[in-house]
């Protein structure tokens, strides 16, 4: 092997070892923008679910409040039929002892 062998050789090296290190900043690059690209979808599926649970939890707030309105509903109903059956049990007791003591 002669000098211009080796010079040969060498240059051939130093030329395979720039791509290498092209084709390596390129991987680091793409790696680089998949992870981007990863965290910037994470990041939107993060807030459909933030925006899904809100909606559940006011969901949940309105049927509750159905159900609080239907409960304090039958509590009124429930309060106006006995003040109404106390009036009508007073006025038969009174039609009654009237009626009775006379």
């Known amino acids: 092997m002669t000098d211009a ?7 051939k090296l130093e030329n395979l070892e720039g791509w290498l290190e092209r084709i390596e900043a390129m ?8 992870k981007k690209e990863q965290i910037a979808d994470l990041r939107e599926e993060n807030r459909r679910l933030a925006d899904d ?14 159900r609080n309105r239907a409960h304090g509903g039958g509590k009124v109903l429930h309060g ?3 003040a109404l059956g106390a009036v009508v049990t ?11 003591f006379k």
Do not use: N
Not at 90 to 100: D, E, G, P
């Open 90 to 100: 007073s006025s038969a007791a009174a039609v009654f002892i009237t009626k009775f």
């Open 5 to 11: 062998d080796t010079k040969l050789i060498s240059g």
């Open 27 to 34: 991987i680091k690059q793409e790696i680089s923008d998949l």
């Open 53 to 66: 649970q809100r909606r559940l939890w006011e969901a949940v707030r309105l049927l509750e409040a159905d």
């Open 80 to 82: 106006v039929i006995t």
